[in-house]
């Protein structure tokens, strides 16, 4: 019943900046850790940040900490990813996806999620 759609890719040079959206549907995601992955093609589905509802603090792996942010706002069922400085490495599909109502945390493997997106396009030029 939930779905996760995913907007605001594109095609875009190096250097510049996208925002990212996940609007939810089906019922509140303000109580389910959100996260956003991405993945080359023929390589594996990878974690970039995660947002937990309650009691932690964000996670953001090596490759883009200090160039993405993620933020949620809750009274519309929506998770962003900022996504400043691209480069051509930053080539991918990007996925939204939503953990468990109530669970704790977040999970680096994509099994800790319940929801997924179905992605959006995001291509960096040189």
């Known amino acids: 019943q939930v779905q996760l759609v995913e907007s605001g890719g594109g095609l875009v040079q190096a250097g510049d900046s996208l925002r990212l959206s996940c609007a939810a549907s089906?019922?509140?995601?303000?109580?389910?850790?959100m996260a956003w992955f991405r993945q080359a093609p023929g390589r594996e589905r990878k974690l970039l940040a995660a947002i937990p509802w309650s009691g932690s603090s964000t996670y953001y792996a090596d490759s883009v900490k200090g160039r993405f942010t993620i933020s949620r706002d809750n009274a519309k069922n929506t998770v962003y990813l900022q996504m400043n400085s691209l480069s051509p490495e930053d080539t991918a599909v990007y996925y939204c996806?939503?953990?468990?109502?109530?669970?704790?945390?977040?999970?680096?493997?994509?099994?800790?999620?319940?929801?997924w997106g179905q992605g959006t396009q995001v291509t960096v030029s040189s």
């Open positions: 996806a939503a953990g468990r109502l109530g669970r704790s945390g977040y999970g680096a493997s994509t099994g800790w999620y319940d929801y």
């Open positions: 089906g019922r509140t995601l303000s109580r389910s850790t």
